[in-house]
């Protein structure tokens, strides 16, 4: 269980992270989206302990963070791969860690063989490794102290498709044994597929979240007619916001028979006419993110 | 698929695990010292130098001044210029390599990993006089196989002394990596204070008194004796106040506020 309340942060003038509240429940995976420097990061070192908040809080398994006595036994965290002493073994890398936590050696071997690194991988020094073994170390770092909540930063960051398929097996089978999963992505199909639920944080404010399915379902209808300018010219004249698509059609904020009607009243001839599903969510996603990413580039 | 079969990926329910330990936590941290190759080198050459030390007494210096005492202290100076970088980089390389991620992840309380840090690397200087022990006794044989005197009196004084001189020095380098936390920067400014010092000292009239009590090469020099009055100690506590412990309360405490990214 983690629980985030009102968590705010600011760097002088700067609000990375404003005013966020959410709450991921044992037994589901959460994904947290939003683009590069929305505050997805910022907002999970938080939760950490490891960035002090302007104001609220978080706590996880019903603490705050730094209150846990042995956080990696109730708490797996992957919050950057690459931050590892490039010198060090893997094996090494997660001996460092079984000691701190108090985790036998065997533990070490298991989980090296869980994330599927293998024993010439692990006597390497992380130096030499690929960001995708990087990952499965820190993966492997995560999983270490057999914890009941993850936090994982872009975990498929610099996995192949085979990789990611890999980890989306290896978080829902962890979910459904009821652990609690947080997982950030800037690519909205990244987590569709493993997530439960959604919160998508734009600008550092959260601008969407809930079921997946709800907020799938609310993303609006996908319209493609045979004369694109005259079904434009009905959807304003009707008043329903519509966004054009990559694929020619239009996304519409309305339920279909809304959008329906109207092409009819117009005497329209519609070729496509659906629910959006993802690629309403995505459409949704860009709209809502895209000024953060702008200010981001900016900055 | 490996995720079906390997139950470990399982949420385990447990009770709420105890913290590590100091003892755990200064076991890891004497680990880090030496588990990388650099680490390793680093440890490898104080060895070697304090062995080089000896080596050069052997061929340089009278026959009759080859005894154990005059093998011993001379090895403790290079040693203590090298044990100040260890000392910094056991505090800065947590922030260079990033793995303070991981460190204060798993111990969010990040006064224990400090002190943890600083137990090993104290540990690392005490066995530092353990080695110029070894490398004067060796010294010693040898010098009395090639003719030299090869007395064994040793003044057990010197002992204690250059545990506190060599303790002094690793810490002062830990301060010094805890408040600058980067490494270039943390080394160039421990080793080109103390020149600053003195030739600021030799330039202006009114330093020259200051120096005395705040110079740590001067107010050290005493402890590679056989004896330290009373009023060096104080000018030795002095110094150390100002150039040890100022650095690691100001770093520690910075460190406990530090966000961590």
């Not at chain 1, 404003?18 to 505050?39: H, I, K, Q, S």
């Not at chain 1, 019903?62 to 791969?81: H, K, S």
């Not at chain 2, 010693?140 to 001189?165: K, N």
Request: net charge positive; charged share 20%; aromatic share 4%.
């Amino acid at each position: 269980m983690i629980e985030v309340d009102h968590l705010t942060k600011r760097y002088g003038p700067h609000t990375a992270v404003e005013d966020v509240t959410f709450r991921c429940e044992p037994g589901t995976v959460t994904g947290f989206l939003g683009p590069n420097g929305a505050g997805k990061s910022t907002t999970m070192r938080m939760i950490c302990g490891l960035t002090p908040p302007s104001s609220g809080g978080a706590t996880v398994a019903g603490r705050p963070y730094r209150r846990l006595p042995n956080p990696g036994r109730e708490i797996g965290v992957l919050l950057d791969a690459s931050a590892q002493h490039p010198g060090r073994t893997g094996r090494e890398t997660l001996t460092l860690a079984a000691r701190t936590m108090g985790v036998d050696r065997e533990r070490v071997a298991a989980t090296l063989d869980l994330v599927g690194l293998n024993d010439t991988a692990a006597r390497r020094r992380v130096g030499a490794y690929s960001l995708g073994m990087r990952q499965r170390l820190g993966l492997a770092l995560a999983l270490l102290g057999d914890p009941r909540v993850l936090i994982l930063d872009e975990p498929a960051n610099g996995l192949d498709p085979e990789g990611i398929f890999w980890m989306r097996g290896l978080l829902r089978d962890y979910a459904d044994r009821g652990g609690t999963v947080l997982l950030s992505s800037h690519l909205l199909r990244e987590v569709e597929a493993v997530a439960d639920r959604l919160v998508v944080i734009g600008g550092g404010r959260v601008v969407a979240q809930g079921d997946k399915g709800e907020l799938l379902a609310g993303a609006g209808t996908l319209v493609r007619a045979r004369d694109q300018h005259a079904l434009r010219l009905t959807l304003d004249r009707a008043a329903l916001p519509a966004t054009a698509d990559t694929g020619g059609g239009f996304v519409v904020r309305a339920e279909p028979a809304a959008v329906g009607q109207a092409a009819a009243d117009a005497g329209l001839v519609l070729t496509e006419l659906r629910p959006a599903g993802s690629g309403g969510l995505e459409q949704l996603f860009l709209t809502l993110t895209a000024g953060a990413s702008t200010k981001e580039a900016v900055r | 698929m490996t995720t079906a079969t390997v139950p470990t990926a399982a949420p385990a329910r447990h009770e709420p695990a105890a913290g590590p330990s100091l003892a755990r936590l200064t076991g890891v941290e004497l680990r880090k010292l030496a588990d990388t190759r650099a680490g390793r080198w680093l440890l490898i050459t104080i060895g070697l130098i304090a062995a080089a030390i000896v080596v050069v007494q052997l061929v340089v210096t009278d026959a009759a001044e080859q005894t154990f005492t005059a093998f011993f202290s001379p090895s403790l100076l290079p040693v203590g210029l090298l044990l100040p970088v260890l000392g910094i980089l056991s505090i800065t390389g947590e922030w260079s390599q990033r793995t303070a991620l991981t460190t204060f992840a798993l111990v969010p309380r990040r006064e224990r990993v400090i002190v943890a840090k600083l137990a090993a690397v104290v540990l690392a200087a005490l066995a530092s006089v353990l080695v110029s022990l070894a490398v004067a006794a060796a010294g010693t044989l040898a010098a009395g196989a090639t003719g030299g005197a090869g007395a064994w009196t040793f003044d057990w004084a010197l002992l204690p002394y250059a545990a506190v001189f060599q303790v002094a020095n690793v810490l002062m380098g830990a301060g010094f990596g805890l408040l600058l936390r980067n490494t270039p920067l943390a080394i160039v400014t421990y080793l080109l204070l103390p020149t600053v010092w003195s030739v600021l000292a030799a330039l202006i009239e009114g330093l020259r008194g200051p120096a005395r009590w705040l110079d740590t090469t001067y107010t050290m020099e005493p402890l590679l004796g056989p004896d330290v009055t009373a009023g060096q100690w104080g000018r030795l506590g002095v110094s150390l106040a100002v150039w040890m412990l100022l650095p690691l309360v100001a770093g520690l405490v910075r460190t406990l506020r530090r966000e961590v990214s």
